[in-house]
């Protein structure tokens, strides 16, 4: 047996339910757009930083590129030094005994 006043007292909790899920159904859409957006936001970020990691070990390897070709020029170079001072010093070697020879024979 119902009567009036149950009557309203239940239509009124089923209006404040239905407000209520109402009031829950939009909170779930602004949670969604917010988690969207943040979304959107970390994508852009790791492809920025894919992008300069990318460069940064492009500029790496030329580095390195850049340093061995350094390394073979230093190395050939020192090596063409070490010609001319062997060069030099026989030279003077030669010249050494050269002079002596002469004053020897004077």
């Keep these: 047996l ?4 149950d009557n309203v007292s239940l239509s009124t909790a089923a209006d404040n339910l ?3 899920l109402d009031l829950v159904t939009a909170g779930v ?3 969604k757009g917010v988690v969207a957006a943040i ?3 970390c994508r852009r970020a790791v492809t920025t930083f894919a992008g300069r ?5 492009s500029d790496v390897s030329n580095l390195q590129t850049l340093r061995s070709q350094s390394l073979a020029t230093q190395a050939r170079v020192q090596a063409e030094l070490d010609r001319l001072t062997t060069m030099e010093t026989d030279a003077q070697s030669s ?3 050269t002079v002596a020879q002469r004053a020897a024979e004077a």
């Design 53 to 57: 990691a990318n460069t940064r070990d």
């Design 18 to 20: 239905a407000s209520a």
């Design 2 to 5: 119902s009567t009036a006043a």
């Design 39 to 41: 979304t959107t936001v």
């Design 95 to 97: 010249f050494d005994a």
């Design 29 to 31: 859409a602004d949670v």
